[in-house]
Every structure is written in structure tokens, then in C-alpha cells.
T-cell receptor, first 108, second 116 residues
Framework: AQRVTQPEKLLSVFKGAPVELKCNYSYSGSPELFWYVQYSRQRLQLLLRHISRESIKGFTADLNKGETSFHLKKPFAQEEDSAMYYCALRGINYQLIWGAGTKLIIKP | EAGVTQSPTHLIKTRGQQATLRCSPISGHTSVYWYQQALGLGLQFLLWYDEGEERNRGNFPPRFSGRQFPNYSSELNVNALELEDSALYLC???????????????FGEGSRLTVL
């Protein structure tokens, strides 16, 4: 079955500490994976996609096919990183599967 | 370029009434998605339209329905409203299978439906 799991509903870390938002997937083919972010009072938007292998706002995510994971990481959290983060997978027939989301709170 | 636009921004209805929400995709996008974002429940997939056809439907009762018009705009209808339908309804558009398809969904700001 195709599934995206974000095990943490809420993650709270101090400013300056490393952040890792976990995402695991279950998919039989070659998935396309994405991280979306929703800041307070802003629309949901793409943060990064695994294909582009880029770093956005200091965040990176590496696709680990062996562990079927696509964790989002940032070495030093900033207060403006507080937001809701969603991991998503695009599979066959362009089906989109979403994780339940993780609310990240950065404490000052 | 204009982004995805949704109307109305806010809508207040009473139980049993019907609600209609509208979405205009980014110009050139043929796919429209509808999501429900209820408090504490994350993003729940409702419907996906592409080229005027319903491509997929989430696990919602039939009183949630919609359509996509020839200009690719879309409408979500919720009949026989229940209190638990109170939520933010998000629309997103994308290019699917077309040149420029990066897999990215572009979201609107949402329509907040309150059922009293």
C-alpha cells in the first residue's frame, strides 16, 4: 500500500538546535517526494523536492531508498521556521499521498 | 502571474444547508485538487479534477461533490452540512503530465467554512 508516515504530530526544539522532521514512505516504485510548509496565515507552499536536491531556507532532505525515508533537516533552527510541515509522495498516475503533518515549534 | 484564487474567503452556514466553494487555478494549469484542513487533522484529500474529469476521490461521503469547468476552474459542493464539516477548504492547481510539470502543487489561501 502507498503510504506516507510522519510519526511526530508536534516537534518542539530550541532556537539554534538541529531539527529533523521525519518522513517514511511505503511505495513499490520510484516515488517523487516533496516537503511542503505552511507558515502561520500563509498558504501551503512547496519547500523542496527530492529531485532537485537543493537546500531551501537551510533545509535539506535526502531520499534514502533503503530506509524508505525522506527526513527534513536543518542544522540550526530559527524562530521563523515555526510552521506546519507536510511530506508528500507522488506515485503512479500522478497520485499524491500526504503525511499527516508535523507542527514544528521553535522556542526562543 | 495570479496565483490560485478561492472564494468566498469565509462562509457561515447552518446544519443541513448547502455550501458552494469556488477555485480558479493558475492560468495553464489543468489539474485542480480539493483538500479539507480541519483543526488538528492535517490535510485530508477530497477530490482531484483534471481536464474536466474526476480523477480521484478521497474517503468522504457523497454529499461532498464537485466539478471542473471548461476553463479549468472548479467548484466544491457540500450538501446537508454537518457541524464537523467546519474546516478550511484548500484548493490547489498543477500541471500534470504537461511540459513544465515539476510535481508542485500551488495552493490557494482557502475558504473557511463554519457550520453552526
Amino acid at each position: 500500500a502507498q503510504r506516507v508516515t510522519q510519526p511526530e504530530k508536534l516537534l518542539s526544539v530550541f532556537k539554534g538546535a538541529p531539527v529533523e522532521l521525519k518522513c517514511n514512505y511505503s511505495y513499490s516504485g520510484s516515488p517523487e517526494l516533496f516537503w511542503y510548509v505552511q507558515y502561520s496565515r500563509q498558504r501551503l507552499q512547496l519547500l523542496l523536492r527530492h529531485i532537485s536536491r537543493e537546500s531551501i531556507k537551510g533545509f535539506t532532505a535526502d531520499l534514502n531508498k533503503g530506509e524508505t525515508s525522506f527526513h527534513l533537516k536543518k542544522p540550526f533552527a530559527q524562530e521563523e521556521d515555526s510552521a506546519m510541515y507536510y511530506c508528500a509522495l507522488r506515485g503512479i498516475n500522478y497520485q499524491l499521498i500526504w503525511g499527516a503533518g508535523t507542527k514544528l515549534i521553535i522556542k526562543p | 502571474e495570479a496565483g490560485v484564487t478561492q472564494s468566498p474567503t469565509h462562509l457561515i452556514k447552518t446544519r443541513g444547508q448547502q455550501a458552494t466553494l469556488r477555485c480558479s487555478p493558475i492560468s495553464g494549469h489543468t489539474s485542480v485538487y480539493w483538500y479539507q484542513q480541519a483543526l488538528g487533522l492535517g490535510l485530508q484529500f477530497l477530490l482531484w479534477y483534471d481536464e474536466g474529469e474526476e480523477r480521484n476521490r478521497g474517503n468522504f461521503p457523497p454529499r461532498f461533490s464537485g466539478r471542473q469547468f471548461p476553463n479549468y476552474s472548479s467548484e466544491l459542493n457540500v450538501n446537508a452540512l454537518e457541524l464537523e464539516d467546519s474546516a478550511l477548504y484548500l484548493c490547489a492547481s498543477s500541471l500534470i503530465g504537461l511540459a513544465g510539470d515539476t510535481g508542485e502543487l500551488f495552493f490557494g489561501e482557502g475558504s473557511r467554512l463554519t457550520v453552526l
